[in-house]
Structures are given as structure tokens and as C-alpha cells.
């Protein structure tokens, strides 16, 4: 890790019990670690906090990870997440294993999973001043669905600058190997695992087209141009809305970030929350 005293902890300021967990987790942990703590929005609000940090820790589910990344990531920072969720397929630790056991995480045993990330931009057909068009970078999923509950949207899906299928659908969802187990499992799509460097491009209820997952090679680029019709919203990982009118097009490929997090399982084993999920009759998932 790049400076081993540099140790934050970051909790969900929505769960009532993810603060006094965090407050006692830093009465477990060496002196020589004693990490400082802060609520998930002063974390947002000082992004640059994670540069001098080597581990954050977070607390609360897999949302809030969602959120923490989009900064450890570019700031190279592995994460150990505490789960207070429901599920929990990405944090590594119950609150008792964290209290037991987080000092081997700081001391660096274990081993690092790298994620695939993508990023998003839009392209307007009409430059719009009051929307920003930068990338947005996530570790889940990037979905081009109706903004109007009752209309499909139509939709042109290129690869690498080929036609692929022309749409008319709920929704598009570009997916990572994350992400694979999210919206993209509920649609009926594959599930990848974990390290897989590649996308996923699943239709959601298409109407006479393209209706399978397609696994992509990891450097493919998707474009997603929204036709006549209605306008419709761009969502990453759920926390990024972005509106789009027709001709607009969604460009979407691998990030040249990559998530990070500590683990101390066996390497490519699945998630133990996943197989979990896959064996109950309700599908529900928790941030």
C-alpha cells in the first residue's frame, strides 16, 4: 500500500448504526493505524481527502462503496467495505469480522481484486449549456432508459462505430462484471465473474429485436444514439441522472480506472452474497 498509516473510514450518514460502528472500529485498530473518520457526503464534498490515504474503509452497503469508488479509483486507494446491507456482493466483512479482524486488512495480508470500470459521456446533437458533458466514470452499470413511464425508447446500439440492431426497448444497460449481478441479472442477462476485463450489453424488454446479452471484448467502445421518439435518461450506477433528447448519443467503454478492493478469500471465488442470492426466491438488493 502506498503509506501504511494512511487509513480513513467513511460511513453511511442514511444508517443510524454505520457511525458508532465506525467510532468503535478505530478503538480496534493499532496506534499506529488510527485512521480519521467522516460521513459519506463530507467524503463527496473533499473528494481529495483519498489522495494521502493507502486503505479507505467503508461502512454501510453496497451503495456506498458505489460511491466512495468513483474517488478511490482515480486516487489508485483499495477499499475494505463493512457490510450494514442487505446483500453486500462487493463489501468483504461483517461488522464482528471487521471488529476482529481489520488490523490484518491495514497490515496489508490479504490479497487486491482489480474491478472493471466503465465511463459514460454524453454527445448532444444540440449543445445544451446548462448540462455537463464530462465522463462519468462507475463500477456497476450504465443504463440509457424512458424518462416517461408508459414509453419505449428507440434506440440505434453500434459497436465500435458497427450497426448492431436498431431498438425499441425499456431500456439499454451497458454492464460491467460488477454490475453483471445487478439490474443486468434481474433482466435475465449473464453473470460474469468478478476480474472479467469485459462489458455486457443486454436490451431490456425489447419490442421484435435484439433481445440477448452480448458479452464484449474489454477495448469495445458502445454507442448509443436515442431516435425520434421521447426523451430519456442516462443513469450510472444510480447516482449520476443525466436527461437525453432524441439524436443524442451515449458513448460508453472500459475506464482507464480500475476499482480496488482488499480481500482475503480465495481469488476467483464468487461472492458468497451472490450464491446467497441466487438461491432465495426474492431477488432484493440494498445501498
Not at 496489508?108 to 449549456?129: C, D, I, K, N
Not at 452499470?141 to 459497436?159: K, M
Not at 449481478?181 to 425489447?206: H, Q
Not at 441522472?241 to 480500475?258: E, N
Request: with cysteine; glycine share 8%; aromatic share 6%.
Amino acid at each position: 500500500m502506498k503509506n501504511s498509516e494512511g487509513v480513513g473510514i467513511v460511513y453511511s450518514h442514511w444508517l443510524s448504526e454505520a457511525k458508532p460502528l465506525a467510532e468503535r472500529l478505530v478503538d480496534t485498530i493499532s496506534e499506529r493505524y488510527k485512521p480519521w473518520i467522516c460521513s459519506l457526503d463530507e467524503f463527496e464534498l473533499h473528494p481529495s481527502f483519498a489522495q494521502q490515504l493507502s486503505l479507505i474503509i467503508t461502512i454501510g452497503g453496497d451503495g456506498t462503496i458505489l460511491r466512495v469508488v468513483r474517488v478511490a479509483a482515480v486516487y489508485d486507494v483499495p477499499i475494505v467495505g463493512v457490510n450494514l446491507g442487505r446483500v453486500g456482493f462487493m463489501t468483504e466483512l461483517s461488522p464482528d469480522e471487521a471488529i476482529a479482524g481489520m488490523n490484518e486488512y491495514i497490515q496489508g495480508s490479504g490479497w487486491v481484486e482489480e474491478r472493471t470500470m466503465l465511463m459514460a459521456q454524453v454527445f448532444p446533437e444540440e449543445t445544451r449549456h446548462d448540462e455537463d458533458y464530462s465522463p462519468c466514470h462507475g463500477l456497476n452499470e450504465a443504463v440509457l432508459g424512458r424518462a416517461s413511464v408508459a414509453r419505449l425508447i428507440h434506440v440505434d446500439i453500434r459497436v465500435d462505430g458497427q450497426k448492431l440492431a436498431s431498438s425499441a426497448a425499456d431500456s439499454i444497460i451497458v454492464a460491467t462484471a460488477t454490475g453483471s449481478t445487478g439490474y443486468n441479472l434481474s433482466a435475465g442477462g449473464p453473470i460474469l465473474y468478478p476480474e472479467s476485463p469485459s462489458l455486457l450489453l443486454k436490451p431490456v424488454s425489447p419490442q421484435l429485436s435484439l433481445d440477448s446479452a452480448i458479452i464484449l471484448y474489454p477495448d469495445a467502445e458502445v454507442s448509443l444514439r436515442l431516435l425520434r421518439g421521447h426523451p430519456a435518461l442516462l443513469s450510472v450506477d444510480g447516482y449520476v441522472d443525466l436527461p437525453l433528447s432524441p439524436g443524442d448519443t451515449v458513448k460508453i467503454k472500459r475506464s482507464p480506472y480500475v476499482a480496488k478492493f482488499m480481500r482475503m478469500g480465495n481469488p476467483g471465488q464468487l461472492p458468497h452474497a451472490l450464491a446467497q442470492r441466487l438461491s432465495s426466491p426474492s431477488r432484493g438488493e440494498t445501498n
